[in-house]
């Protein structure tokens, strides 16, 4: 559903959390039309002109500058490089009004939520109250993020993760499936969490930990290109749903 009041939007990326992201849109969309997908934006120049669903890659992530009208929504990151996100927010150096914030009707985020630009939230997610959602931050399926919950920038919380009250993760931070945080933990900024892990510590910056109870593995390695970028808190304009 679209209509001529819809903002156009511009997904960059074209693998699964994209293709997740422009569903979410989808299903907003049949709520209100508020989003007009005009297709993926992806740096394989092989994609371009292919069909991810029923949207076209319409050319590598640059071309966002192409469409000055178009919202923009940075889809990327795995645990193999998590930092992807933020590299690419970086490099386009577009003002924060252009960045889309998507939540899937599906989830249930209260008014007393705030949750930043860039942010998407998947189908099944629940956020009880009082939480903070960063800027840039991927909230995958079947999530659960109790009272008090702060999620820093950039952070990843893949399908099914659980967050105990007042728990932190900072700064692009990746909690793999089914991660369990103890109430009041927090998870230091680029740390990895490998799926199921059922974290009851702190965790450092810069670290892998799994296992039940979570323990330290390895530190991560850091791209060269994010190793001298700066750490910062949740910052920058939020917009409360």
Known sequence: MSGSAAVPL??????????????????????A?????????DDDPTRHGC??????????????????EAQVLVCTGRPDD?????????????DAPRFATVVHP???????????????VLAGTV???????????????????THGVVIDDFATLASG????????????????AGVLLREGVR??????????AVVTRNVPDGQVWYGAPARWVRDVEVPPDRSRQPIVAVAGQKERR
């Open 82 to 94: 998590y930092f992807s996100r933020e590299r690419l927010v970086t490099r386009l150096n577009l």
């Open 51 to 68: 069909l991810v669903g029923p949207s076209r890659v319409l050319g590598p992530a640059e071309a966002v500058h192409d469409y000055p």
């Open 33 to 41: 039309a508020r989003w007009r997908l005009l297709g993926h934006l």
């Open 127 to 145: 956020v009880t109250v009082d939480a903070v959602l960063g800027r840039h931050v991927a909230v995958m399926p079947q999530v659960v993020l």
């Open 106 to 120: 599906a989830a249930v985020v209260p008014d007393s939520t705030v949750v930043g630009e860039g942010t998407v």
């Open 161 to 176: 993760v659980q967050l105990g009250g007042g728990a932190r993760v900072e700064q692009g931070a990746y909690l793999g």
């Open 10 to 31: 511009l997904i960059v990326g074209a693998g699964g959390f994209a293709r997740e992201a422009a569903e979410a849109v989808r299903a907003a969309n049949t709520r």
């Open 187 to 196: 998870i230091g900024s680029r740390s990895l969490i490998g799926m199921g």
